[in-house]
């Protein structure tokens, strides 16, 4: 077709969506929903555009990752040429460079404790995958137990991990473990208070864990705060607990900072919630290039660094630590430090609290809320007004319309019924996430209505 050797932007919007509807599938959702999705032409600073016109606030920082916003700086293109122009690509196997000298350091001194070691997948799916071999082969035990309220990736390992979506996707890998992580907050409903609640969680835990022969486990995979299940923080007491297990039974801490991880929760890391508690595994992305390009990182610890000099860790693609990606990374977060981004996410998070608390209050349809920094969820009640328990439920036509009602309304972002996730690009200032909470407003009320509150 000729027409493949014209520029872009030249092609009309109806061959676009001609294009789109012939030869491109989606991912997790039936491939023909490719056809109701807004044809993005441009973007700026917090805001897509689409080709009707529309304007959109990035209500989700897409899936949690455009961190930086829209408008690269000059820093950052400045950054990504220089790599392409000098070396744009050697294969992390045979060679090494100076980009990812100094990467790896980088995070190392972002990183508390003793996470030393580095490498650079493309996708925080691959990084799980990684680490989850790592993790077997440095214990040299087979078992990865995860918790069901999680979602650690696409790939063989990191979705066997996964607890979200089980029912219609898990392959059933051997030797992963799920626990009931009850995530104790959640479930304030069930009576005890929250100590007590805290103390059975572990029990159950260490329970399931004797249960299973603590030898045979390798590592325990959690996300500090698990993001797609509902932005479900967890009690100090629980998270020191896990760590204390793990602890007695030399099981290895792997935290999944995929979602968290720089700045999101007003800390550089989402553990950092949990004073104290530290991980041996530290796997990350969305938010270490801000999506500039696809990068992601594993960390291990200081005696996992020492093993693996003498043992390969046994994973590998080609396209891991490459040097625009790795270029793109490491001007984004020096950028980062530099305006000291995770600073502006303090700053605004009380502002971005208070909406989240006042649309629990004034929407029937809202039952629930959690948030911390620029990370929030709404729980969507029950046809009884009670808060969900389920972590992912069908769209009705109730929410549906509910989604619509957001694009209608300007606000583009992941939809996780019964979940309602608010997490825009941390560059927001006040009077954006003011002007982002009127738009969420007017397509709530008309949640509220559609279910009948
Ligand atoms: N881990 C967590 C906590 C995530 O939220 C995600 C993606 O949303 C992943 C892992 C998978 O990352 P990716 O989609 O980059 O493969």
Wanted: hydrophobic share 40%; proline share 5%.
């Amino acid at each position: 077709d000729p027409r493949h050797f014209q520029p872009l932007n030249t092609w009309t919007t109806e061959e676009i969506k001609n294009a789109v509807a012939s030869h491109v599938m989606t991912t997790w959702s039936p491939c023909k929903a490719k056809n109701d999705l807004p044809i993005i032409t441009h973007s700026s600073h917090i805001y897509l555009y689409d080709s009707d016109g529309n304007e959109y606030i990035d209500w989700t920082s897409q899936a949690v990752c455009t961190n930086s916003g829209h408008s690269l700086s000059q820093h950052v293109k400045t950054a990504i040429n220089d790599q392409v122009d000098n070396l744009h690509f050697v294969y992390g196997g045979i060679a090494m460079t100076e980009i990812r000298a100094r990467l790896s350091s980088l995070i190392s001194e972002l990183l508390p404790g003793d996470l030393v070691g580095c490498l650079f997948p493309s996708s925080g799916s691959e990084a799980n995958e990684a680490a989850i071999t790592m993790a077997r082969r440095y214990s040299g035990r087979p078992k990865i137990l995860s918790f069901y309220r999680s979602y650690h990736g696409g790939t063989k390992n990191s979705l066997s991990a996964t607890g979200d979506f089980r029912r219609h996707y898990q392959q059933g890998s051997a030797d992963f473990v799920k626990a009931f992580n009850f995530t104790p907050n959640f479930f304030e409903h069930a009576g005890a208070d929250e100590d007590e609640r805290v103390r059975s969680a572990l029990l159950m835990l260490e329970e399931q864990i004797i249960s299973e022969n603590p030898e045979s486990i390798a590592s325990i995979v959690v996300e500090s705060i698990p993001g797609s299940a509902g932005v479900l923080t967890m009690p100090l007491a629980y998270m020191q607990g896990v760590r204390a297990i793990c602890d007695k039974y030399g099981i290895l801490l792997h935290i999944d900072e995929v979602m968290c991880g720089f700045g999101r929760t007003g800390e550089m890391w989402g553990f950092q919630t949990y004073p104290g508690v530290l991980p041996d595994i530290v796997t990350s992305a969305k938010g270490l290039s801000s999506s500039v390009a696809p990068i992601s990182f594993v960390a291990v610890n200081e005696r996992m660094m020492e093993f693996f000099e003498d043992n390969a860790p046994g994973w590998g693609s080609t396209f891991q630590g490459h040097p625009v990606a790795m270029a793109a990374a490491y001007a984004n977060l020096t950028e980062m430090l530099t305006t000291n981004l995770v600073g502006h996410v303090q700053s605004v998070a009380p502002a971005f609290y208070e909406h989240m608390r006042h649309c629990a209050e004034v929407h029937p349809s809202i039952k629930g809320f959690r948030a911390l920094g620029l990370y929030g969820a709404l729980d969507i009640a029950t046809p009884d007004g009670e808060q969900p328990h389920e972590v992912h439920e069908a769209r009705t036509a109730a929410t549906n319309k509910y989604f619509e009602a957001t694009r209608q309304n300007g606000l583009l972002g992941l939809f996780r019924p019964p979940h309602i996730h608010i997490a825009p690009p941390l560059i927001i200032s006040e009077e954006e996430i003011q002007e982002g909470f009127d738009r969420q407003h007017r397509a709530l009320s008309v949640l509220d209505e559609e279910l009948g509150f």
